[in-house]
């Protein structure tokens, strides 16, 4: 099993660009979730989604959108792409009403 | 909503030295689980507390939680160059909405 995978690993944008981020989890796991780790901040959640075709905004949620296209991939959507964007996004899963979450290896993102 | 803290900030200790992280929440905790993140990777499940008064172990490695399940704390005896990286606390609801993390301790191990 490949577990929580996460592309791109990096990724430099301009302002006002877009892309998505995309997760992907073979863990067969109804909850997936998207954090950004900033320097100071820890880890904040963006948005997550209990289960296939449900999403809630996290403590972050604006500027993004997301994406539960079925069970296995959560993607993230920045679409008009800002320096305050410039982070390490995390994509976790965890079945449902469970809280240990398992990780990607995260996005690096910088926008310039 | 629930905040986590937690102290130290950093530690930096001698190969084979015990070191306390802590924990410690604004609410009563549902659940507090531990993670550890080696520099630029995701990260890891270490443990999860349940129940107040709770104690776990995990090779050299024991976390607590409190009768009252306010306050965590990771445990490391006989530290090793391997321990290192930045530990987190994280809690959250039975459902995941109100997860959050704890800003995290950057553990470095001296050889």
């Known amino acids: 099993n490949a577990g929580v995978t996460q592309t791109p690993k990096f990724q430099v944008l301009k302002t006002g660009q877009s892309m998505t981020l995309q997760c992907a989890q073979d863990m067969n796991h109804n909850s997936m979730y998207w954090y950004r780790q900033d320097p100071g901040m820890g880890l904040r959640l963006i948005y997550y989604?209990?289960?296939?075709?449900?999403?809630d905004k996290g403590e972050v949620p604006n500027g993004y959108n997301v994406s539960r296209l079925n069970k296995r991939e959560f993607s993230l959507r920045l679409e008009s792409a800002a320096p305050s964007q410039t982070s390490v996004y995390f994509c976790a899963s965890s079945e449902a009403g469970a809280l240990k979450q398992y990780f990607g290896p995260g996005t690096r993102l910088t926008v310039t | 909503s629930q905040e986590l803290e937690q102290s130290p900030q950093s530690l930096i200790v001698q190969e084979g030295k015990n070191l306390t992280i802590n924990c410690t929440s604004s609410?009563?905790?549902?659940?507090l689980y531990w993670y550890k993140q080696k520099y630029g990777e995701g990260l890891i499940f270490l443990m999860m507390?349940?129940?107040?008064?709770e104690e776990k172990s995990h090779e050299k490695i024991t976390a607590k939680l409190d009768e009252k399940k306010q306050q965590s704390s990771l445990h490391i005896t006989a530290s090793q160059p391997s321990h290192a990286g930045i530990y987190l606390c994280g809690a959250g609801d039975n459902y995941g909405q109100n997860f959050v993390f704890g800003p995290g301790t950057r553990l470095s191990v001296l050889p």
């Open positions: 507390l349940q129940k107040g008064g």
């Open positions: 609410k009563t905790l549902y659940g």
């Open positions: 989604s209990a289960s296939e075709g449900t999403t």
